[in-house]
C-alpha cells in the first residue's frame, strides 16, 4: 500500500511538472494555431489532473491492506499501563 501512494505522490509531481513545461512551451515558443492549444489544453489538463491525484493522496485513509490504521505514536501517549 505504501508503494501505492509514493506512485501516485511521484506521477501527480511528474504529471504537474510536464504540464507547466508544455505552458512555458507555449510561452517561450510564442506558439499559434494546433500547437499553441495543443499545449494549452494537454498543459491544464495534466495540471488540473495532477491537483487531483495530489489531494487524492492526502485524503486518502491511512491503513492498510487488512484495514487496520497504520501505528502513531502521538496515539500511545495518552495510555498509561
Not at 16 to 31: E, K
Not at 33 to 55: D, R, T
Amino acid at each position: 500500500m505504501r508503494t501505492f501512494r509514493i506512485f501516485t505522490a511521484v506521477y501527480a509531481a511528474v504529471m504537474f511538472l510536464v504540464g507547466v513545461a508544455l505552458f512555458a512551451l507555449w510561452l517561450l515558443l510564442d506558439l499559434h494555431g494546433f500547437p499553441k492549444g495543443l499545449c494549452q489544453g494537454a498543459g491544464g489538463a495534466l495540471i488540473v489532473g495532477s491537483v487531483y491525484l495530489a489531494v487524492a493522496h492526502v485524503r486518502r485513509r491511512n491503513t492498510d491492506s487488512s484495514g487496520r490504521e497504520y501505528w502513531l505514536p502521538s496515539r500511545d501517549a495518552g495510555e498509561q499501563p
